[in-house]
């Protein structure tokens, strides 16, 4: 059964520098999100994407965040420089056309 | 903010159904009641939806009631797995706001 997958499951990054975290949606979906969610927290929304673009952003994702989809295939959150507060698990998911969301394993990111 | 409210935890007998009530008194007419659920960490998974009518599917099935301000998910036969924390979530196609969600116990 095809899957979101996500690299890197844990990535450690000092504060300050940029992080980019990878997605691969399943393969014909067409809706693409990312959500975060702080230790003991709710998962949070951060943004959609669709047909090469943003649809809709949350207030956490600032000037500090931005996506792409540099490919067919890669969906990538980068974070220009990252404080102290970023530290979460970070969920891609992918949907395809009016239908629900499949999330993938999630990226642990810790700002020291 | 969540247009659902659930209660903040339950336990279920292993073996037994577990029947997790949600209220969404204010859903719109194109509105769809979805459930997911968060296994400690993981990324939350898919379990179920539904518009007006019941459903069911090989995880689980859904009783929503007939003004549609309210629902049930039910696991029939729930196993230690089950153990998670699930969301009920009134969507269209849209961003999920996740709230709270309520943690279910499957105790041995």
């Known amino acids: 059964e095809p899957e979101v997958t996500q690299t890197p499951s844990h990535q450690v990054t000092q504060m300050g520098q940029e992080v980019i975290l990878r997605c691969v949606p399943i393969?014909?979906?067409?809706?693409f999100y990312w959500y975060r969610q702080i230790l003991g927290q709710k998962v949070e929304f951060l943004v959609s994407f669709y047909n090469n673009e943003i649809s809709e952003k949350s207030e956490i994702f600032d000037d500090q965040f931005s996506v792409e989809r540099p490919d067919g295939s890669n969906f990538t959150l980068k974070i220009r420089s990252t404080k102290l507060e970023d530290s979460a698990m970070y969920f891609c998911?992918?949907?395809?056309?009016?239908?629900?969301?499949?999330f993938g394993p999630g990226t642990r990111l810790t700002v020291t | 903010d969540a247009k659902t409210t659930q209660p903040t935890s339950m336990d279920c007998a292993e073996g037994r159904a577990a029947n997790l009530p949600c209220n969404h008194s204010t859903i719109s007419g194109n509105e769809y009641v979805y459930w997911y659920r968060q296994i400690h960490s993981q990324g939350p998974q898919y379990i179920i939806h539904g518009l007006k009518n019941n459903e069911t599917n090989e995880m689980a099935s859904l009783i929503i009631t007939e003004d549609r301000k309210s629902s049930t998910l039910i696991l029939p036969h729930a196993t230690l797995r089950d153990t998670a924390v699930y969301y009920c979530i009134v969507n269209r196609d849209d961003k999920i706001i996740f709230g709270k969600g309520t943690r279910l116990h499957i105790l041995p």
């Open positions: 393969s014909n979906h067409l809706y």
């Open positions: 998911a992918s949907r395809p056309d009016r239908a629900e969301q499949y």
